[in-house]
């Protein structure tokens, strides 16, 4: 392509950050632009143009297309910003613990800082993080800053009988060695004694469904791909985990990396895939070094690579990281994302198994679906489908924040009640009453105190209108100006919206606008009116957007207005 520059041309620190990615590659495939990208933000802060013009040079891209993805991502910069920033999380959890003091007292002390949209640590809200330079960490800058505003604890204490969190704190996350003593790379060994078919029959007997929102059968899944002709195949972990409220899959990669290593590599065994992907978002930066440092312990250990364990079988991953999207969890904004385009969801049909990274098949499962794959094919898919109810089989992580007395990462089997799971987080403190609960985070539902006894399971929440999500119990006691936090949840999905399609485009920023006048009591016309047309936006966007963004972007704030006495 005749690529014409305007403007500087790169100098050699810019050259530096660029080759460290792009390497001496004579036209290196379009999948490293995200990856370039990060190397020169990391390096400088920002993407300074003569850097983005040497990219356009090497990867011979026009410079609109660069311009385009490099505008798509929060965590990129095209204009001038210091090296290391502070992230501070305002959103729901966080800001109902804080957040304004931390922004404040930033501001004060002249830290460079920055709002962000839910950080996935809400189980230490008030949460921060600083990012800048090298990666990032959570919360250990800011906590100097802020003498102790902010508390870090490692890893709440897990219950000796847990199954997905058994190992976490209790093992050196980088130890293979101690991963192996706890049961690790059985299910992986097991797999290749059985055959792809078999472990294909085992997921599909334990009726394990997916846990990254849509409760879609695994084994039907990965059946799907396992019999397609056209090759490759990919399987791709998604760990964007961008739903406020969210953290568990943060928690499993930092305690646990080689459990997602060995469900992925298990994946790819059943399904025929050579090459795989773990997208982790950028505000994760612990996790996305521990799985690293995890890939490269397998590989020295045979497995990962060429013939793991001998079997003949080859198979390798690589990590991604995500910069700051909350649509490229979405799984086909995701390839887009791993292919150096802009997180833009594709229209489907086609669907992934058949047409996915790439363009080939693929297996794509969040991190905790993978994490239950090696005890599944250990313990035997029928062991797995006596956990929990008929419905919902196995363990299942929840995550609680908000006003409980120990917010965290929760482990049980699918069937207990939300009153018995907010009791385990040592229910509310201060004695106060309940007024709300969140389940399954911004895209979920709002139900009032009266349905403590649901059953969380994907059936017992259907039932009353609800849903499970991706494992989100926030809970909002009687002091929280419950209009605030709609207009939150509003303003996030406003600022998420990718664009393409009209009726969330638009219908995002009305439904943000019209919460205010509800909540200012300058109505257009009478309160009745404005709630109809809040309905209304409501189903536009549920039958005219293309994906779950757009269709679940109404769902929180309107059962709230419907289930709680506001
Ligand atoms: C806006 C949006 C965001 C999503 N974010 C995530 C996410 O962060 N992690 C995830 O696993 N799935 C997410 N999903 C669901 C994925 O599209 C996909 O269903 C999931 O990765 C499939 O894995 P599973 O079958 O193991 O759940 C999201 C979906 C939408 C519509
Ligand atoms: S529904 Fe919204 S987020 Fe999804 S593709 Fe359309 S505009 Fe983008």
Redesign the pocket.
Known sequence: MDIRIHGPEADDSERQAVDSVLGGQARPPRDLLLPALHAVQDRFGWLQPGALNYICMRMDLPPAEVFGVSTFYHLLSLSPAPLRVVHVCDDIACRIKGAEAICAELEKNGTPWKRSPCLGQCERAPATLTLGGNGGNAGTDTKLVLQNLVSVPAFPPFPPDGRLVRRIGKIDPASLVEYEREGGYRGLKRALEIGPEAVIREVTASNL????????P?GR?WDAVSKVAARPHYVVC??????PG?FK?RILMEGDPFAIIEGVTIAAFATGAERGFIYI?GEYPLAIERIQAAIQAARAAGLLGKNILGSGFSFDIEVRRGAGA??C???TA?FNSIEGKRGE?RNKPPFPVNVGLFGKPTV????E??ANVPLIVTEGGAAFAGIGTSGSTGPKLFCLSGHVARPGLYEVAFGKTLRELIDMAGGVPGNKRIQSILLGGA?GVFIGPERLDVPLTFEGTRAIGATLG?GVVMVFDETVDMWDILSRIAEFFRDESCGQCVPCRVGTVRQKELLGRLRSGRTIGSQADELALLNEIGQAMRDASI???GQ?ASSAIESALVNLKL
């Open positions: 469904v997916g846990r990254g929102g849509a409760a879609f695994t899944k998604n760990a964007d985990e961008s739903e969210t899959d978002r909350y649509i969890g979405e799984e995701l969801p794509i499962n969040n991190v679906t993978l895209a991706s994906c779950g963004l679940t």
